[in-house]
Protein backbone atom coordinates (compact mmCIF):
# COMPACT_ATOMS: atom_id res chain seq x y z
CA UNK A 1 0.00 0.00 0.00
CA UNK A 2 0.88 3.63 -1.03
CA UNK A 3 1.86 5.82 2.31
CA UNK A 4 0.29 8.66 1.84
CA UNK A 5 -0.61 12.17 3.86
CA UNK A 6 -3.98 11.85 5.30
CA UNK A 7 -4.46 15.47 5.18
CA UNK A 8 -3.90 15.65 1.66
CA UNK A 9 -6.14 12.13 1.10
CA UNK A 10 -9.10 13.14 3.13
CA UNK A 11 -9.58 16.53 0.49
CA UNK A 12 -10.13 13.84 -2.80
CA UNK A 13 -13.54 13.60 -4.15
CA UNK A 14 -12.42 9.54 -4.72
CA UNK A 15 -12.00 8.65 -0.86
CA UNK A 16 -15.56 10.19 0.24
CA UNK A 17 -17.14 9.95 -3.03
CA UNK A 18 -19.44 12.77 -4.23
CA UNK A 19 -19.32 15.66 -2.13
CA UNK A 20 -23.23 14.60 -0.77
CA UNK A 21 -22.51 11.72 0.12
CA UNK A 22 -22.17 11.15 3.98
CA UNK A 23 -19.68 8.53 5.64
CA UNK A 24 -22.47 7.33 8.41
CA UNK A 25 -22.08 6.80 11.72
CA UNK A 26 -23.20 3.43 11.40
CA UNK A 27 -23.59 1.80 7.96
CA UNK A 28 -26.48 -0.64 9.36
CA UNK A 29 -28.54 2.07 10.01
CA UNK A 30 -31.49 3.36 7.76
CA UNK A 31 -32.21 6.86 6.30
CA UNK A 32 -35.99 6.44 7.10
CA UNK A 33 -36.90 9.31 4.72
CA UNK A 34 -35.68 7.18 1.87
CA UNK A 35 -37.66 4.07 2.52
CA UNK A 36 -41.38 3.06 2.31
CA UNK A 37 -42.99 3.83 5.71
CA UNK A 38 -43.45 -0.14 6.69
CA UNK A 39 -39.66 -0.12 6.10
CA UNK A 40 -37.10 -1.15 9.02
CA UNK A 41 -34.46 -3.34 10.48
CA UNK A 42 -34.88 -5.81 12.80
CA UNK A 43 -32.02 -7.22 14.68
CA UNK A 44 -30.11 -5.97 11.14
CA UNK A 45 -32.45 -7.82 8.51
CA UNK A 46 -34.48 -5.53 6.61
CA UNK A 47 -38.11 -5.80 7.47
CA UNK A 48 -41.10 -4.62 5.32
CA UNK A 49 -44.91 -4.25 6.52
CA UNK A 50 -43.73 -7.23 8.99
CA UNK A 51 -41.84 -9.53 6.57
CA UNK A 52 -38.39 -10.39 6.77
CA UNK A 53 -36.00 -9.56 3.39
CA UNK A 54 -34.32 -12.94 4.16
CA UNK A 55 -37.73 -14.76 4.10
CA UNK A 56 -38.81 -12.69 0.86
CA UNK A 57 -35.20 -13.56 -1.23
CA UNK A 58 -36.27 -17.50 0.28
CA UNK A 59 -39.74 -17.57 -1.12
CA UNK A 60 -39.60 -15.54 -4.29
CA UNK A 61 -35.88 -15.51 -5.03
CA UNK A 62 -33.70 -12.01 -6.31
CA UNK A 63 -33.65 -10.12 -7.48
CA UNK A 64 -37.21 -8.64 -6.47
CA UNK A 65 -38.69 -5.41 -6.45
CA UNK A 66 -40.80 -5.56 -2.87
CA UNK A 67 -43.64 -2.93 -3.03
CA UNK A 68 -45.02 -1.73 0.66
CA UNK A 69 -48.33 -1.76 -0.91
CA UNK A 70 -50.09 0.64 2.17
CA UNK A 71 -47.17 2.80 1.73
CA UNK A 72 -47.93 3.18 -2.16
CA UNK A 73 -52.05 3.81 -1.25
CA UNK A 74 -51.22 6.25 1.18
CA UNK A 75 -49.22 8.22 -1.18
CA UNK A 76 -51.87 7.75 -3.56
CA UNK A 77 -54.28 8.93 -1.02
CA UNK A 78 -51.91 11.94 -0.09
CA UNK A 79 -52.41 13.59 -3.31
CA UNK A 80 -55.91 13.00 -3.06
CA UNK A 81 -56.21 15.00 0.20
CA UNK A 82 -53.77 17.91 -0.89
CA UNK A 83 -56.21 18.19 -4.19
CA UNK A 84 -59.23 17.35 -2.78
CA UNK A 85 -61.21 19.44 -5.96
CA UNK A 86 -58.89 18.19 -8.44
CA UNK A 87 -58.85 14.90 -10.43
CA UNK A 88 -55.75 13.13 -9.65
CA UNK A 89 -54.34 10.85 -12.51
CA UNK A 90 -51.84 8.48 -11.40
CA UNK A 91 -49.05 8.75 -14.47
CA UNK A 92 -49.32 4.39 -15.02
CA UNK A 93 -45.57 4.68 -17.07
CA UNK A 94 -44.04 4.63 -13.45
CA UNK A 95 -45.19 1.50 -12.98
CA UNK A 96 -48.52 -0.22 -13.88
CA UNK A 97 -49.45 -4.29 -13.25
CA UNK A 98 -53.49 -5.64 -12.73
CA UNK A 99 -52.75 -4.70 -8.77
CA UNK A 100 -51.69 -1.38 -8.95
CA UNK A 101 -53.73 -0.56 -11.56
CA UNK A 102 -56.70 -2.00 -8.80
CA UNK A 103 -55.44 -0.02 -5.88
CA UNK A 104 -55.14 3.36 -7.86
CA UNK A 105 -59.02 2.30 -8.53
CA UNK A 106 -59.77 1.57 -4.92
CA UNK A 107 -58.06 4.61 -3.77
CA UNK A 108 -60.43 7.29 -6.17
CA UNK A 109 -57.50 8.05 -8.78
CA UNK A 110 -57.89 8.44 -11.95
CA UNK A 111 -55.25 6.46 -14.37
CA UNK A 112 -53.17 7.88 -17.08
CA UNK A 113 -52.07 5.36 -19.61
CA UNK A 114 -49.80 6.11 -22.99
CA UNK A 115 -50.11 3.23 -24.92
CA UNK A 116 -52.59 0.33 -26.17
CA UNK A 117 -50.62 -1.44 -23.42
CA UNK A 118 -50.90 0.41 -20.66
CA UNK A 119 -54.64 0.70 -21.63
CA UNK A 120 -55.07 -3.22 -22.02
CA UNK A 121 -53.85 -3.74 -18.08
CA UNK A 122 -56.11 -1.09 -16.63
CA UNK A 123 -58.79 -2.62 -18.49
CA UNK A 124 -58.11 -6.11 -17.36
CA UNK A 125 -57.72 -4.58 -13.93
CA UNK A 126 -61.66 -3.28 -14.76
CA UNK A 127 -60.42 0.03 -14.09
CA UNK A 128 -63.64 2.10 -15.22
CA UNK A 129 -62.65 3.84 -18.61
CA UNK A 130 -64.16 7.03 -17.58
CA UNK A 131 -61.64 7.82 -15.11
CA UNK A 132 -58.74 6.52 -17.93
CA UNK A 133 -57.23 9.43 -19.35
CA UNK A 134 -54.81 8.10 -22.87
CA UNK A 135 -51.26 10.58 -23.67
CA UNK A 136 -48.94 9.74 -26.23
CA UNK A 137 -47.17 11.69 -28.87
CA UNK A 138 -48.03 8.91 -31.78
CA UNK A 139 -50.76 7.30 -30.59
CA UNK A 140 -51.99 4.84 -33.28
CA UNK A 141 -55.18 4.68 -35.06
CA UNK A 142 -56.16 0.82 -33.39
CA UNK A 143 -55.04 2.52 -29.98
CA UNK A 144 -57.05 5.40 -30.62
CA UNK A 145 -60.07 3.12 -31.62
CA UNK A 146 -60.12 1.07 -28.61
CA UNK A 147 -60.10 3.71 -26.67
CA UNK A 148 -63.05 5.79 -28.14
CA UNK A 149 -64.16 1.92 -28.04
CA UNK A 150 -64.03 1.22 -24.43
CA UNK A 151 -64.92 5.10 -23.79
CA UNK A 152 -61.97 6.77 -21.86
CA UNK A 153 -62.64 9.78 -20.07
CA UNK A 154 -60.58 11.79 -22.15
CA UNK A 155 -57.59 11.82 -25.12
CA UNK A 156 -54.83 14.46 -25.01
CA UNK A 157 -54.06 15.12 -28.60
CA UNK A 158 -50.75 15.69 -28.74
CA UNK A 159 -50.77 16.20 -32.69
CA UNK A 160 -52.69 17.53 -35.74
CA UNK A 161 -52.68 13.80 -37.00
CA UNK A 162 -54.57 13.18 -34.33
CA UNK A 163 -56.88 15.44 -34.61
CA UNK A 164 -57.54 14.41 -38.25
CA UNK A 165 -57.80 10.44 -37.15
CA UNK A 166 -60.16 11.03 -34.19
CA UNK A 167 -62.49 13.38 -36.85
CA UNK A 168 -63.01 10.47 -38.74
CA UNK A 169 -63.13 7.90 -35.99
CA UNK A 170 -65.67 9.73 -33.86
CA UNK A 171 -67.93 9.92 -36.85
CA UNK A 172 -66.92 5.95 -38.05
CA UNK A 173 -67.76 4.85 -34.48
CA UNK A 174 -70.50 7.48 -33.49
CA UNK A 175 -69.14 8.64 -30.18
CA UNK A 176 -68.19 11.95 -28.93
CA UNK A 177 -64.46 12.28 -27.44
CA UNK A 178 -64.09 14.78 -24.60
CA UNK A 179 -60.60 15.73 -25.19
CA UNK A 180 -57.60 17.95 -23.97
CA UNK A 181 -54.48 19.79 -25.95
CA UNK A 182 -51.17 19.34 -25.04
CA UNK A 183 -49.17 22.19 -24.78
CA UNK A 184 -45.52 23.42 -24.75
CA UNK A 185 -45.14 26.12 -22.37
CA UNK A 186 -41.59 26.77 -23.30
CA UNK A 187 -40.28 25.71 -19.52
CA UNK A 188 -38.23 22.54 -18.96
CA UNK A 189 -38.20 21.58 -15.67
CA UNK A 190 -34.86 19.78 -14.26
CA UNK A 191 -33.72 18.73 -10.51
CA UNK A 192 -33.08 21.47 -8.53
CA UNK A 193 -33.84 24.18 -11.69
CA UNK A 194 -35.83 25.29 -14.63
CA UNK A 195 -34.93 26.47 -17.82
CA UNK A 196 -37.80 28.83 -19.40
CA UNK A 197 -36.60 29.34 -23.26
CA UNK A 198 -38.58 30.72 -25.88
CA UNK A 199 -38.25 27.69 -28.70
CA UNK A 200 -39.87 24.42 -28.17
CA UNK A 201 -37.29 21.98 -28.52
CA UNK A 202 -38.94 18.66 -28.18
CA UNK A 203 -41.47 16.21 -29.49
CA UNK A 204 -44.40 16.12 -27.14
CA UNK A 205 -47.40 19.10 -27.40
CA UNK A 206 -48.21 22.20 -29.59
CA UNK A 207 -46.17 24.88 -29.37
CA UNK A 208 -47.71 28.18 -27.31
CA UNK A 209 -45.32 30.58 -28.79
CA UNK A 210 -45.34 29.22 -32.62
CA UNK A 211 -48.88 29.47 -32.69
CA UNK A 212 -49.56 25.51 -33.47
CA UNK A 213 -51.58 25.65 -29.89
CA UNK A 214 -54.21 28.18 -31.02
CA UNK A 215 -54.39 26.52 -34.26
CA UNK A 216 -55.26 22.66 -32.24
CA UNK A 217 -57.52 24.33 -30.39
CA UNK A 218 -59.99 26.13 -33.84
CA UNK A 219 -59.30 22.72 -35.50
CA UNK A 220 -60.92 20.99 -32.45
CA UNK A 221 -63.35 22.97 -32.32
CA UNK A 222 -64.05 22.42 -35.41
CA UNK A 223 -64.02 18.46 -35.50
CA UNK A 224 -68.12 17.59 -34.30
CA UNK A 225 -66.95 15.00 -32.70
CA UNK A 226 -64.67 16.14 -30.18
CA UNK A 227 -65.51 18.02 -27.28
CA UNK A 228 -62.95 20.09 -25.90
CA UNK A 229 -62.32 20.14 -22.07
CA UNK A 230 -59.27 22.51 -21.98
CA UNK A 231 -55.52 22.62 -22.11
CA UNK A 232 -52.63 20.02 -20.69
CA UNK A 233 -48.95 20.95 -19.91
CA UNK A 234 -46.23 18.80 -18.20
CA UNK A 235 -42.65 20.34 -17.94
CA UNK A 236 -40.71 17.57 -16.88
CA UNK A 237 -40.20 14.75 -13.89
CA UNK A 238 -38.13 14.85 -10.58
CA UNK A 239 -38.75 18.63 -9.82
CA UNK A 240 -38.09 20.24 -6.59
CA UNK A 241 -39.55 23.45 -6.75
CA UNK A 242 -42.19 25.25 -7.87
CA UNK A 243 -40.72 27.60 -9.93
CA UNK A 244 -41.58 26.16 -13.19
CA UNK A 245 -44.69 25.41 -13.00
CA UNK A 246 -45.29 29.45 -11.80
CA UNK A 247 -43.76 30.08 -15.25
CA UNK A 248 -45.71 27.44 -17.39
CA UNK A 249 -48.52 27.74 -15.48
CA UNK A 250 -49.12 31.93 -16.69
CA UNK A 251 -48.01 31.13 -20.11
CA UNK A 252 -50.89 27.97 -20.22
CA UNK A 253 -53.04 30.09 -18.35
CA UNK A 254 -53.04 33.09 -20.50
CA UNK A 255 -53.39 30.84 -23.60
CA UNK A 256 -56.69 29.52 -21.85
CA UNK A 257 -58.21 33.08 -20.90
CA UNK A 258 -57.59 33.89 -24.88
CA UNK A 259 -59.05 31.15 -25.95
CA UNK A 260 -62.59 32.16 -23.24
CA UNK A 261 -62.00 35.69 -24.37
CA UNK A 262 -61.57 35.97 -28.18
CA UNK A 263 -62.75 32.32 -29.10
CA UNK A 264 -65.83 32.63 -26.99
CA UNK A 265 -65.52 28.85 -25.68
CA UNK A 266 -65.74 28.01 -21.99
CA UNK A 267 -63.13 25.90 -20.82
CA UNK A 268 -63.86 23.61 -17.96
CA UNK A 269 -60.69 21.95 -17.19
CA UNK A 270 -56.73 22.73 -16.58
CA UNK A 271 -54.12 20.39 -16.51
CA UNK A 272 -51.22 20.83 -14.98
CA UNK A 273 -48.95 17.16 -15.58
CA UNK A 274 -46.91 15.65 -13.03
CA UNK A 275 -42.97 15.00 -12.63
CA UNK A 276 -43.60 15.62 -8.85
CA UNK A 277 -39.76 14.73 -7.30
CA UNK A 278 -38.49 11.93 -4.53
CA UNK A 279 -35.98 11.27 -2.57
CA UNK A 280 -33.15 8.47 -3.89
CA UNK A 281 -30.21 9.59 -1.95
CA UNK A 282 -29.59 12.06 1.20
CA UNK A 283 -29.13 14.58 -1.37
CA UNK A 284 -33.09 15.26 -2.42
CA UNK A 285 -35.06 16.97 -0.43
CA UNK A 286 -38.55 16.18 -2.02
CA UNK A 287 -41.75 18.70 -0.99
CA UNK A 288 -44.89 16.43 0.19
CA UNK A 289 -48.29 16.78 -1.93
CA UNK A 290 -49.68 19.59 0.78
CA UNK A 291 -46.40 21.71 0.38
CA UNK A 292 -47.17 21.34 -3.50
CA UNK A 293 -50.87 21.93 -3.29
CA UNK A 294 -50.38 24.98 -1.85
CA UNK A 295 -47.95 26.19 -4.14
CA UNK A 296 -49.50 25.01 -7.28
CA UNK A 297 -53.55 26.38 -5.85
CA UNK A 298 -51.90 29.67 -5.52
CA UNK A 299 -49.82 30.07 -9.11
CA UNK A 300 -53.36 28.80 -10.55
CA UNK A 301 -55.85 30.87 -8.16
CA UNK A 302 -53.54 34.43 -8.75
CA UNK A 303 -53.56 34.20 -12.05
CA UNK A 304 -56.77 33.70 -13.33
CA UNK A 305 -58.21 36.29 -11.13
CA UNK A 306 -55.14 38.73 -12.69
CA UNK A 307 -56.64 37.52 -16.21
CA UNK A 308 -60.62 38.09 -15.20
CA UNK A 309 -61.20 34.30 -15.60
CA UNK A 310 -62.96 31.68 -13.32
CA UNK A 311 -61.07 28.66 -12.01
CA UNK A 312 -60.82 25.67 -14.07
CA UNK A 313 -61.06 22.49 -12.56
CA UNK A 314 -57.93 21.03 -12.13
CA UNK A 315 -56.22 17.96 -12.88
CA UNK A 316 -52.83 16.68 -11.79
CA UNK A 317 -50.48 13.83 -12.67
CA UNK A 318 -48.01 12.53 -10.18
CA UNK A 319 -46.43 8.73 -10.66
CA UNK A 320 -42.86 8.32 -9.30
CA UNK A 321 -44.04 10.43 -6.02
CA UNK A 322 -46.89 7.80 -5.47
CA UNK A 323 -45.17 4.49 -6.79
CA UNK A 324 -41.18 5.24 -6.23
CA UNK A 325 -40.68 5.45 -3.27
CA UNK A 326 -43.37 2.63 -1.89
CA UNK A 327 -40.20 -0.22 -3.22
CA UNK A 328 -36.95 -1.51 -2.71
CA UNK A 329 -35.38 -3.78 -5.02
CA UNK A 330 -33.66 -6.81 -3.50
CA UNK A 331 -30.53 -7.91 -4.56
CA UNK A 332 -28.20 -11.19 -3.46
CA UNK A 333 -24.44 -10.29 -3.72
CA UNK A 334 -22.55 -12.75 -5.77
CA UNK A 335 -18.64 -11.29 -6.42
CA UNK A 336 -16.68 -8.32 -4.95
CA UNK A 337 -13.29 -6.58 -5.23
CA UNK A 338 -11.83 -3.87 -4.04
CA UNK A 339 -9.87 -1.17 -6.62
CA UNK A 340 -7.49 0.95 -5.50
CA UNK A 341 -8.43 4.94 -6.97
CA UNK A 342 -5.81 8.24 -7.07
CA UNK A 343 -4.37 8.87 -3.65
CA UNK A 344 -3.97 5.59 -1.87
CA UNK A 345 -7.68 5.60 -1.36
CA UNK A 346 -10.04 2.28 -2.96
CA UNK A 347 -13.10 1.40 -4.01
CA UNK A 348 -14.96 -1.65 -3.41
CA UNK A 349 -17.37 -3.34 -6.45
CA UNK A 350 -19.99 -5.28 -5.29
CA UNK A 351 -21.89 -7.12 -7.90
CA UNK A 352 -25.42 -8.48 -7.41
CA UNK A 353 -27.91 -10.61 -9.36
CA UNK A 354 -29.69 -7.95 -11.25
CA UNK A 355 -28.52 -4.41 -12.67
CA UNK A 356 -29.52 -2.27 -15.72
CA UNK A 357 -31.94 -4.93 -16.65
CA UNK A 358 -34.26 -4.16 -13.71
CA UNK A 359 -32.78 -0.39 -13.08
CA UNK A 360 -31.81 1.71 -15.92
CA UNK A 361 -32.04 5.26 -14.78
CA UNK A 362 -28.08 5.21 -13.55
CA UNK A 363 -27.02 4.30 -17.04
CA UNK A 364 -29.91 6.19 -18.57
CA UNK A 365 -29.57 9.02 -16.68
CA UNK A 366 -26.83 9.06 -14.47
CA UNK A 367 -29.20 8.78 -11.52
CA UNK A 368 -28.10 8.36 -8.20
CA UNK A 369 -29.63 5.80 -5.95
CA UNK A 370 -28.75 4.52 -2.37
CA UNK A 371 -28.48 1.11 -0.70
CA UNK A 372 -28.28 -1.09 2.45
CA UNK A 373 -27.02 -4.79 3.74
CA UNK A 374 -30.58 -6.13 4.34
CA UNK A 375 -29.72 -9.66 5.45
CA UNK A 376 -27.68 -9.18 8.87
CA UNK A 377 -26.01 -6.39 10.91
CA UNK A 378 -22.22 -6.05 10.20
CA UNK A 379 -19.62 -4.53 12.89
CA UNK A 380 -17.13 -3.73 10.35
CA UNK A 381 -16.36 0.06 9.52
CA UNK A 382 -17.91 1.54 6.19
CA UNK A 383 -16.31 1.68 3.11
CA UNK A 384 -16.87 3.73 -0.16
CA UNK A 385 -18.69 0.88 -2.42
CA UNK A 386 -20.48 1.25 -6.11
CA UNK A 387 -23.06 -1.55 -6.21
CA UNK A 388 -22.75 -3.15 -10.03
CA UNK A 389 -24.95 -5.26 -12.22
CA UNK A 390 -24.36 -8.69 -13.81
CA UNK A 391 -24.54 -7.39 -17.40
CA UNK A 392 -21.94 -7.05 -19.95
CA UNK A 393 -21.43 -2.80 -19.74
CA UNK A 394 -19.31 -1.10 -17.64
CA UNK A 395 -21.85 1.27 -17.38
CA UNK A 396 -23.76 -1.56 -15.77
CA UNK A 397 -23.92 0.44 -12.22
CA UNK A 398 -26.48 0.36 -9.58
CA UNK A 399 -25.61 2.74 -6.90
CA UNK A 400 -22.77 4.31 -8.24
CA UNK A 401 -21.90 5.57 -4.85
CA UNK A 402 -22.53 4.65 -1.21
CA UNK A 403 -21.13 3.76 2.02
CA UNK A 404 -21.18 -0.31 2.83
CA UNK A 405 -19.84 -2.29 5.64
CA UNK A 406 -16.58 -3.48 4.58
CA UNK A 407 -17.55 -7.19 4.82
CA UNK A 408 -20.07 -7.52 2.39
CA UNK A 409 -19.83 -10.58 0.86
CA UNK A 410 -21.54 -13.50 -1.67
CA UNK A 411 -24.55 -14.40 -0.09
CA UNK A 412 -25.71 -11.20 1.43
CA UNK A 413 -28.51 -9.90 0.61
CA UNK A 414 -28.76 -5.78 -0.60
CA UNK A 415 -31.56 -3.26 -0.60
CA UNK A 416 -31.91 -0.55 -2.34
CA UNK A 417 -35.07 1.86 -1.91
CA UNK A 418 -37.14 4.02 -4.06
CA UNK A 419 -37.11 1.56 -7.19
CA UNK A 420 -40.89 1.39 -7.83
CA UNK A 421 -41.46 4.10 -10.43
CA UNK A 422 -39.19 3.75 -13.95
CA UNK A 423 -37.47 0.24 -13.18
CA UNK A 424 -39.82 -2.94 -14.21
CA UNK A 425 -41.67 -0.65 -16.51
CA UNK A 426 -38.85 0.33 -18.32
CA UNK A 427 -37.05 -3.08 -17.27
CA UNK A 428 -35.05 -5.06 -20.45
CA UNK A 429 -34.48 -8.82 -21.31
CA UNK A 430 -30.76 -7.80 -21.94
CA UNK A 431 -28.13 -10.44 -21.77
CA UNK A 432 -31.17 -12.40 -22.14
CA UNK A 433 -31.80 -11.97 -18.05
CA UNK A 434 -35.35 -12.94 -17.23
CA UNK A 435 -37.21 -9.89 -15.68
CA UNK A 436 -37.71 -9.84 -11.75
CA UNK A 437 -40.75 -10.44 -9.68
CA UNK A 438 -43.28 -7.78 -8.06
CA UNK A 439 -43.75 -8.74 -4.93
CA UNK A 440 -46.57 -6.68 -2.78
CA UNK A 441 -45.97 -6.73 1.19
CA UNK A 442 -49.61 -6.00 3.82
CA UNK A 443 -49.95 -6.47 7.37
CA UNK A 444 -47.23 -9.48 7.49
CA UNK A 445 -48.59 -11.36 4.36
CA UNK A 446 -46.23 -11.36 0.94
CA UNK A 447 -48.15 -11.85 -2.23
CA UNK A 448 -46.81 -12.14 -5.75
CA UNK A 449 -48.30 -9.25 -8.89
CA UNK A 450 -45.89 -10.22 -11.37
CA UNK A 451 -44.14 -13.16 -11.43
CA UNK A 452 -40.90 -13.73 -12.47
CA UNK A 453 -39.79 -14.10 -15.91
CA UNK A 454 -38.59 -17.00 -17.02
CA UNK A 455 -36.17 -18.81 -19.76
CA UNK A 456 -39.24 -20.77 -21.55
CA UNK A 457 -40.94 -16.87 -21.47
CA UNK A 458 -38.03 -15.65 -22.82
CA UNK A 459 -37.81 -19.05 -25.97
CA UNK A 460 -41.50 -18.62 -26.66
CA UNK A 461 -40.67 -15.61 -29.00
CA UNK A 462 -38.09 -16.78 -30.80
CA UNK A 463 -39.19 -19.04 -33.35
CA UNK A 464 -36.44 -20.09 -34.91
C1 LIG B 1 -44.45 10.92 -17.22
C2 LIG B 1 -45.59 11.82 -17.13
C3 LIG B 1 -46.16 12.12 -15.90
C4 LIG B 1 -45.63 11.57 -14.60
O1 LIG B 1 -44.34 12.00 -14.30
P1 LIG B 1 -43.74 11.62 -12.88
O2 LIG B 1 -42.37 12.18 -12.90
O3 LIG B 1 -43.73 10.13 -12.79
O4 LIG B 1 -44.62 12.23 -11.84
C5 LIG B 1 -47.27 12.92 -15.86
N1 LIG B 1 -47.81 13.43 -17.00
C6 LIG B 1 -47.28 13.16 -18.21
C7 LIG B 1 -47.92 13.73 -19.41
C8 LIG B 1 -46.16 12.36 -18.33
O5 LIG B 1 -45.65 12.12 -19.52
Redesign the pocket.
Known sequence: MRSHEAGALHGQAGDRGPAWLRNPEDPNRLVPHLWADGVSKVDGVLTVAGVSAVDLAAEFGTPTYVVDEDDFRRRARSFKEAFPDADV?Y?G??FLCVAAARWIAEEGLNL?V?SGGELAVALKADFPPARIGL?GNNKSLAELRRALEVGVGRI?IDSFEEIDRLRELTAELDVTAPVMI?VTAGVEAHTHEYISTSHEDQK?GFSITGGDALDAVRRVLDAPGLELRGL?S?I????FVTDGFEVAARRVLRLHAEIEKELGVALPEFDL?????IAYTTQDTPSTPDDLARGMLKIVADECAAMGIAVPHLSI????????PSTFTLYEVGTTKSVALDGGAARRYVSVDGGMSDNIRPALYGADYSCTLASRVSDAPAVLSRVVGKHCESGDIVVKDEFLPGDVAAGDLLAVPGTG??CRSLASNYNHVPRAAVVAVRDGEARLILRRETEDDLMTLDVG
Open positions: YAKADCHIRFHHGSQIGGGFGEPGRAIAGAY
